[in-house]
């Protein structure tokens, strides 16, 4: 992560020095220009590297990687240019370079965004006057705007599972980023499983990697949700298990399923 950042650090620094350079006041502010793009342009050159290696991992929207892939080369060839031109002493060619590498890194650093956190990562968690302000519609979790007596009608997947991968496990394993090869958004998608193996086993969630994953040891490598990501609850991993011990059906309801009391308690504390 430092090594992605401090490049973008410098350059949008760089970039505020010059900028504050054009004011009398401060017109020394870029003193240190050269020092910054000694270190700046091949620290942009490794970062973009590193970002194609980390790419062939796979598990994200095609198209939002290849526009993030090649906008971040973009930047670190202009980044390169700006540098040379800096030390060539072609100062009006060096800040125009310079400041077509910044917009090019906004650009490149909010498709990044979106492809770790998912392209709703700037107003997902906005305060509601703003998303109502930007016509964003909030989408209710099921399983927090339904009592149980209600949910009793609805398939079990529907009302109940597919809620906990929602709000745990799909901005992983979704449309727009898909690791492991493993999707969750859909009932289909995950009795498929990830390039790895099966995500569940019916019958037995003992056996099944989506448990045993989420019952490791958070600092666990395998562990899922990674440390940092909304972890889940107890009382969803009851759910999970109790679900696949059931048979992992998609249409049945709960009352056809018969939840023991312990189920009915997991739901109410959701």
């Given at each position: 992560m430092l090594l992605v950042h401090l490049p973008?650090?410098?350059l949008a620094?760089?970039?505020?020095?010059e900028i504050a350079a054009w004011i009398p006041r401060f017109k020394n502010a870029n003193a240190s220009a050269g020092f910054v793009l000694a270190l700046a342009a091949p620290l942009a050159v490794v970062t973009a590297i590193c970002g194609w290696l980390l790419s062939l991992g796979g598990g994200y929207d095609e198209t939002l990687l290849?526009?993030?892939k090649w906008l971040g080369t973009f930047t670190a060839v202009t980044a390169v240019m700006a540098a040379i031109l800096f030390w060539r002493r072609n100062f009006f060619a060096y800040?125009?370079?310079?400041?077509i590498t910044v917009g090019l890194l906004m650009v490149a650093g909010h498709l990044g965004g979106s492809l770790t956190h998912g392209s709703d990562y700037l107003?997902?968690?906005?305060?509601e006057p703003i998303k109502k302000l930007l016509g964003i519609t909030a989408v209710k979790n099921t399983s927090a705007t339904v009592s149980v007596n209600e949910l009793r009608a609805l398939p079990v997947f529907i009302g109940v599972i597919e809620p906990i991968f929602e709000s745990k496990c799909v901005k992983c394993h979704g449309a727009?980023?898909?690791k492991g090869g493993l999707r969750l958004d859909s009932f289909a998608a995950l009795l498929k499983g990830g390039m790895d193996d099966v995500a569940i086993k019916s019958g037995n969630a003992a056996q099944s990697p989506i448990v045993q994953r989420a019952l490791l040891p958070?600092?666990?490598d395998d562990h899922m949700p990674p440390d940092g990501k909304p972890q889940?609850?107890?009382?969803?991993?009851?759910?999970?298990k109790w679900w696949i011990n059931a048979g992992a059906p998609e249409t049945n309801t709960l009352d056809s399923l018969q939840p023991p009391a312990k189920i009915l308690a997991a739901l109410s504390a959701r």
């Amino acid at each position: 992560m430092l090594l992605v950042h401090l490049p973008i650090g410098m350059l949008a620094a760089l970039a505020t020095l010059e900028i504050a350079a054009w004011i009398p006041r401060f017109k020394n502010a870029n003193a240190s220009a050269g020092f910054v793009l000694a270190l700046a342009a091949p620290l942009a050159v490794v970062t973009a590297i590193c970002g194609w290696l980390l790419s062939l991992g796979g598990g994200y929207d095609e198209t939002l990687l290849a526009w993030h892939k090649w906008l971040g080369t973009f930047t670190a060839v202009t980044a390169v240019m700006a540098a040379i031109l800096f030390w060539r002493r072609n100062f009006f060619a060096y800040r125009a370079s310079l400041f077509i590498t910044v917009g090019l890194l906004m650009v490149a650093g909010h498709l990044g965004g979106s492809l770790t956190h998912g392209s709703d990562y700037l107003t997902r968690y906005a305060p509601e006057p703003i998303k109502k302000l930007l016509g964003i519609t909030a989408v209710k979790n099921t399983s927090a705007t339904v009592s149980v007596n209600e949910l009793r009608a609805l398939p079990v997947f529907i009302g109940v599972i597919e809620p906990i991968f929602e709000s745990k496990c799909v901005k992983c394993h979704g449309a727009e980023k898909t690791k492991g090869g493993l999707r969750l958004d859909s009932f289909a998608a995950l009795l498929k499983g990830g390039m790895d193996d099966v995500a569940i086993k019916s019958g037995n969630a003992a056996q099944s990697p989506i448990v045993q994953r989420a019952l490791l040891p958070v600092g666990d490598d395998d562990h899922m949700p990674p440390d940092g990501k909304p972890q889940l609850t107890a009382s969803e991993i009851a759910l999970l298990k109790w679900w696949i011990n059931a048979g992992a059906p998609e249409t049945n309801t709960l009352d056809s399923l018969q939840p023991p009391a312990k189920i009915l308690a997991a739901l109410s504390a959701r």
